[in-house]
């Protein structure tokens, strides 16, 4: 059963556009909220985290927005660059354990 | 912080014969270590964990005979992958979690892209 839910599947975005991927979970022992940035032949790289007794948190162009009521938390990308071109993959932490959502490929445009 | 290492980046071997990636953590103590197999355009599907010291505990479906996990210190665990068949190709990828900042999450190694001929 799939525990991390994450959508769109894939994204195409414009130079200078906001792209914003979202992520459903349902364990409410998750206590680690963290997303992870992959490009092709690498292994993935941890982008940008959050503890859910936080609504939102920011780091340059990379947000993340969360609501622990309704168990969702989103990545927002500002000022999209094609150098963000990725498969990004939220996850969520229970333990030591890493529970992944099934992964967006983002595409940006020049 | 917090980087992982693995080697080899790729490797190419004949059918029954044994391959071993290795995996680092070069700046961190890694209480923790796991183990992931990716497809293509698919996530990360775990394998096994192991602690330092410990034998690996494998995912259901898992076979521990064919993937022998070894984490003999806070620096470093291998997967044997041994007799390897063609559906073994794939996609390997190493994490590792430790002690105090480097225990929220896991940190990943940049992968070992296996093809068994």
């Known amino acids: 059963q799939q525990q991390v839910k994450q959508s769109p599947q894939s994204l195409i975005v414009q130079k200078g556009g906001i792209s914003i991927i979202n992520c459903a979970y349902e364990?409410?022992?998750?206590?680690?909220f963290p997303w992870y940035q992959q490009f092709p032949g690498k292994g993935p790289a941890l982008l940008i985290a959050?503890?859910?007794?936080?609504s939102e948190k920011k780091e340059g162009r990379f947000t993340i927005s969360f609501n622990k009521s309704a168990k969702q938390f989103s990545l927002h990308i500002m000022d999209s660059q094609p150098g963000d071109s990725a498969t990004y993959f939220c996850a969520a932490t229970s333990g030591s354990r890493l529970t992944f959502g099934e992964g967006t490929q983002l595409t940006v445009n020049p | 912080g917090a980087v992982v290492s693995q080697h080899p980046s790729w490797v190419i071997c004949k059918s029954g014969t044994s391959v071993k990636i290795e995996c680092r953590s070069l700046d961190f103590q890694a209480t923790t270590m796991f183990w992931y197999r990716q497809f293509p355009k698919q996530s990360l599907m775990l394998m096994a964990t192991s602690n330092e010291g410990s034998k690996a505990t494998y995912e259901q479906g898992v076979e521990k005979d064919k993937f022998l996990i070894n984490h003999a210190s806070l620096t470093l665990s291998t997967l044997t992958v041994t007799s390897a068949h063609p559906e073994d190709s794939s996609f390997y990828i190493c994490?590792?979690?430790?002690?105090?900042?480097?225990?929220?999450?896991?940190?990943f190694g940049p992968g070992t892209r296996l093809l068994v001929l």
């Open positions: 364990n409410t022992a998750f206590d680690y």
């Open positions: 994490s590792a979690s430790g002690r105090g900042v480097f225990q929220e999450t896991q940190y």
């Open positions: 959050i503890r859910p007794d936080v």
